[in-house]
């Protein structure tokens, strides 16, 4: 296995919560930067959070502040991205990336290793 996977998608109602979780490969491991990006039907890909895999330091997208949280379980090779207060702008195919470098976490051309993706849908 050479790249992350992806689990926890599905449909919510408005308001409702998700966990999505992102297993990390044994290459990837070794990762310093650990993203999730979301990309709807005619839209373009999106860094939604990103977390160092060292420090821990998290970053967020300015939508998703105070409603996402992005944490890991080293211990797991685990990344996991806490969906709270879900609604329809939400709505899309979720990624986990990986990225050996922490700079610019927000663009996908910083990740060298990109999973399969989660859908979540939200509705009313």
């Known amino acids: 296995q050479v790249q992350p996977v992806e689990s926890g998608g599905g449909s919510v109602q408005i308001g409702g919560s998700l966990r999505l979780s992102c297993a990390r490969s044994?290459?990837?491991?070794?990762?310093?930067?650990m993203g999730w990006f979301r990309q709807a039907p005619g839209k373009e890909r999106e860094g939604v959070a990103a977390?160092?895999?060292?420090?821990?330091?998290?970053y967020y997208v300015d939508s998703v502040k105070g409603r996402f949280t992005i944490s890991q379980d080293n211990a797991k090779n685990t990344v996991y991205l806490q969906m709270n207060s879900l609604q329809p702008e939400d709505s899309a195919m979720y990624y986990c990336?990986?990225?050996?470098?922490?700079?610019?976490?927000?663009?996908?051309?910083?990740?060298?290793?990109w999973g399969r993706g989660t859908q979540v849908t939200v509705s009313s």
């Open positions: 990336a990986a990225a050996t470098n922490v700079n610019l976490w927000y663009r996908s051309a910083t990740y060298n290793a």
């Open positions: 044994q290459i990837t491991g070794s990762s310093r930067l």
């Open positions: 977390i160092t895999s060292y420090s821990g330091k998290t």
